[in-house]
């Protein structure tokens, strides 16, 4: 008998009484006391002076190891508090509560930092040999190099501290406005109030007259606030302008390159072979215009079905589907994906005043992960749900890596958790009972690509832009949405008869404070995803084991270094890119012949 998949998480394991729970405010006040004596800790540390001083960093990495695993696991469970019930204003107390802890955490860890940078080089050098320390020598030459980045020890405690109401507090701010918004819909004649999530979810529904709808309700709920998050945008790119300039930080994209550990010159040949290859994808777009019986494609219609023979899934199908697929790649796949679904880390229920969007987060002091989204039954949802599992099966294979190493970077992140989406996808393309049923899905693997190729790259010349019409001022709301059209019409190189323009009021995105640019790590993940894919398909089931050494090295390499190590590619070049966007262009090519086929 099949176990029956909860559809609602289980947070009561982790601290049981949710934004009530005495458990979580013991385990927040053991923090508040950990991190005085950090602090007490940082004010102390000396720089190094001789090799002697080994056993003294050793035991301030411990401490930091168990202060950063405490602040991880209480911030994933007060993040899940706030996304599965936007109305749970206690939850978004504990966040601020969260919030300063951090910020003192940052602020104990740059000291600490600051002393490590100046250290001498030949001491450096011998204490990044010893034994209790090589494994480390990636993150702490890191630390040293960001050190060194960095003002005054002074200067960056403040700008910490007046982070946490400012900076913070502004996209804080806008969960809030989003989660206040409720949208009136007409569905079949009967009239609902649903979330943002939901009524985004209503983009692939069958009926054009609906997504039509939800289109312009949408818009018009985020036209009617556009003051609101003009004003938290800006203060936002404002705040982290004006720190980027006290650094003496001339790009915008020096900080997120740095976070993502890659250079700049394999950001602009990802961006340039994919400008390069866009046209079929143009085509694919004006193919699907002509089956909606229309002489474009509009901005609504981009995720609408193109057959009336959609197959729905049941949340246990869905389920299902990931379970026999994952176990065609390797069992450790399949046997942690069996965990997550029956002990319910997975929030899935289609239900009001969920945040819109879907994640995956870590609980590292239980080993755990959450998944949060809103299921409703579409390939596209399982593809959603398959990504998330691929998530947390990253934070699965770095079990045996010690906490310290597994900071792995937003692009490579994205690799394992769109490696597990080709899994079911092209399982889904291969499994297909007709014509029509393929085609479908097909069209949702096309999907994924014009979101990686041109919607994302619209965010990202959209983001470039304002940031740098903002170093002159305010950037109006009117200019906001004249940029965000701009950068669509480019970004979808013309492939749309109408755009979004209020679609960067409307992207959570851009309001994400701890990382700037949260676009082009995505399309990263997915075309460095789909050359381990090619190879997995080449080498079968024994592949697991090469996959999961190259996710436990994720946090501990360059990209370009992790690439050619596990790859043999050079990432800085056009041609490494061009290969997995070539596999997506004969999904396009696919999806025309069997247009042809079938009508």
């Given at each position: 008998?099949?176990?029956?998949?909860?559809?609602?998480?289980?947070?009561?394991?982790?601290?049981?009484?949710?934004?009530?729970?005495?458990?979580?405010?013991?385990?927040?006040?053991k923090?508040?006391?950990?991190?005085?004596?950090?602090?007490?800790?940082?004010?102390?540390?000396?720089?190094?002076?001789?090799?002697?001083?080994?056993?003294?960093?050793?035991?301030?990495?411990?401490?930091?190891?168990?202060?950063?695993?405490?602040?991880?696991?209480?911030?994933?469970?007060?993040?899940?508090?706030?996304?599965?019930?936007?109305?749970?204003?206690?939850?978004?107390?504990?966040?601020?509560?969260?919030?300063?802890?951090?910020?003192?955490?940052?602020?104990?860890?740059?000291?600490?930092?600051?002393?490590?940078?100046?250290?001498?080089?030949?001491?450096?050098?011998?204490?990044?040999?010893?034994?209790?320390?090589?494994?480390f020598?990636?993150?702490?030459?890191?630390?040293?190099?960001?050190?060194?980045m960095?003002?005054?020890e002074?200067?960056?405690?403040?700008?910490?501290?007046?982070?946490?109401?400012?900076?913070?507090?502004?996209?804080?701010?806008?969960?809030?406005?989003?989660?206040?918004?409720?949208?009136?819909?007409?569905?079949s004649?009967?009239?609902?109030?649903?979330?943002?999530?939901?009524?985004?979810?209503?983009?692939?529904?069958?009926?054009?007259?609906?997504?039509?709808?939800?289109?312009?309700?949408?818009?018009?709920?985020?036209?009617?606030?556009?003051?609101?998050?003009?004003?938290?945008?800006?203060?936002?790119?404002?705040?982290?302008?004006?720190v980027?300039?006290?650094?003496?930080?001339?790009?915008?994209?020096?900080?997120?390159?740095?976070?993502?550990?890659?250079?700049?010159?394999?950001l602009?040949?990802?961006?340039?072979?994919?400008?390069?290859?866009?046209?079929?994808?143009?085509?694919?777009?004006?193919?699907?215009?002509?089956?909606?019986?229309?002489?474009?494609?509009?901005?609504?219609?981009?995720?609408?079905?193109?057959?009336?023979?959609?197959?729905?899934?049941?949340?246990?199908?869905?389920?299902?589907?990931?379970?026999?697929?994952?176990?065609?790649?390797?069992?450790?796949?399949?046997?942690?994906?069996?965990?997550a679904?029956?002990k319910?880390?997975?929030?899935?229920?289609?239900?009001?005043?969920?945040?819109?969007?879907?994640?995956?987060?870590?609980?590292?002091?239980?080993?755990?992960?959450?998944?949060?989204?809103?299921?409703?039954?579409?390939?596209?949802?399982?593809?959603?749900?398959?990504?998330?599992?691929?998530?947390?099966?990253?934070?699965?294979?770095?079990?045996?890596?010690?906490?310290?190493?597994?900071?792995?970077?937003?692009?490579?992140?994205?690799?394992?958790?769109?490696?597990?989406?080709?899994?079911?996808?092209?399982?889904?393309?291969?499994?297909?009972?007709?014509?029509?049923?393929?085609?479908?899905?097909?069209?949702?693997?096309?999907?994924?690509?014009?979101?990686?190729?041109?919607?994302?790259?619209?965010?990202?010349?959209f983001?470039?832009?304002?940031?740098?019409?903002?170093?002159?001022?305010?950037?109006?709301?009117?200019?906001?949405?004249?940029?965000?059209?701009?950068?669509?019409?480019?970004?979808?190189?013309?492939?749309?008869?109408?755009?979004h323009?209020?679609?960067?009021?409307?992207?959570?995105?851009?309001?994400?404070?701890?990382?700037?640019?949260y676009?082009?790590?995505?399309?990263?993940?997915?075309?460095?995803?789909?050359?381990?894919?090619?190879?997995a398909?080449?080498?079968?089931?024994?592949?697991?084991?090469?996959?999961?050494?190259?996710?436990?090295?994720?946090?501990?390499?360059t990209?370009?270094?992790?690439?050619?190590?596990?790859?043999?590619?050079?990432?800085?070049?056009?041609?490494?890119?061009?290969?997995?966007?070539?596999?997506?262009?004969?999904?396009?090519?696919?999806?025309?012949?069997?247009?042809?086929?079938?009508?």
């Open positions: 008998m099949t176990v029956k998949f909860p559809e609602v998480w289980d947070l009561e394991v982790l601290f049981p009484g949710g934004s009530n729970s005495k458990e979580l405010r013991l385990h927040i006040e923090t508040n006391s950990d991190l005085a004596e950090l602090e007490a800790l940082a004010k102390n540390f000396q720089v190094p002076a001789s090799e002697k001083d080994e056993a003294a960093i050793v035991a301030m990495l411990e401490t930091v190891k168990g202060i950063m695993q405490q602040l991880n696991q209480a911030g994933s469970f007060i993040g899940c508090l706030q996304a599965q019930n936007t109305e749970d204003k206690k939850a978004a107390i504990l966040q601020s509560e969260d919030a300063v802890l951090n910020a003192r955490f940052q602020t104990a860890l740059q000291a600490i930092q600051q002393q490590l940078a100046k250290t001498e080089e030949n001491v450096w050098t011998a204490l990044l040999e010893s034994e209790s320390l090589k494994e020598s990636f993150v702490l030459n890191e630390w040293r190099e960001e050190a060194n960095l003002l005054s002074k200067e960056e405690n403040i700008i910490t501290s007046l982070s946490t109401d400012g900076y913070h507090g502004w996209s804080q701010l806008y969960d809030m406005l989003v989660g206040d918004i409720k949208i009136k819909m007409n569905i004649g009967e009239e609902k109030n649903l979330s943002v999530g939901q009524a985004n979810n209503l983009s692939s529904d069958p009926d054009a007259a609906i997504r039509q709808q939800s289109y312009e309700k949408l818009e018009a709920a985020w036209t009617d606030k556009e003051e609101f998050f003009a004003k938290t945008l800006n203060s936002i790119a404002g705040f982290r302008l004006e980027y300039k006290k650094r003496g930080w001339d790009s915008v994209l020096q900080e997120p390159l740095h976070m993502n550990r890659m250079k700049q010159e394999t602009d040949a990802m961006w340039g072979a994919i400008s390069k290859n866009k046209q079929p994808f143009v085509d694919y777009l004006n193919k699907k215009g002509e089956m909606l019986g229309k002489d474009g494609l509009d901005w609504f219609d981009v995720d609408a079905p193109v057959t009336e023979s959609t197959q729905q899934y049941a949340y246990q199908e869905g389920a299902e589907f990931i379970l026999e697929h994952f176990g065609k790649f390797g069992p450790e796949l399949q046997k942690f994906a069996v965990q679904f029956e319910g880390w997975i929030e899935a229920e289609d239900r009001p005043n969920k945040r819109p969007g879907g994640f995956c987060t870590s609980l590292p002091m239980t080993e755990e992960s959450r998944i949060f989204m809103t299921y409703s039954g579409s390939m596209s949802n399982v593809a959603t749900l398959a990504h998330e599992l691929g998530h947390a099966f990253h934070s699965h294979a770095m079990q045996p890596v010690h906490p310290l190493n597994r900071s792995y970077a937003m692009n490579v992140a994205e690799t394992a958790s769109t490696f597990a989406e080709m899994i079911v996808a092209d399982a889904a393309v291969k499994n297909a009972q007709s014509k029509e049923e393929k085609l479908a899905l097909l069209e949702d693997k096309l999907q994924r690509s014009v979101a990686f190729f041109m919607n994302i790259h619209s965010r990202f010349l983001e470039t832009r304002f940031y740098e019409e903002r170093k002159n001022g305010v950037v109006s709301a009117e200019r906001l949405n004249e940029l965000m059209e701009e950068a669509q019409q480019e970004g979808f190189a013309g492939g749309l008869t109408s755009t323009p209020h679609f960067w009021a409307s992207k959570l995105h851009f309001y994400i404070t701890d990382v700037p640019f676009n082009f790590p995505y399309t990263f993940g997915y075309l460095f995803s789909l050359s381990i894919y090619a190879k398909l080449e080498e079968g089931s024994q592949f697991e084991e090469k996959y999961m050494a190259l996710l436990r090295d994720t946090a501990i390499m990209a370009e270094d992790l690439a050619m190590k596990h790859l043999g590619e050079d990432i800085t070049q056009q041609a490494f890119w061009e290969k997995g966007i070539a596999l997506c262009v004969k999904d396009a090519e696919d999806f025309n012949a069997l247009v042809s086929s079938v009508g």
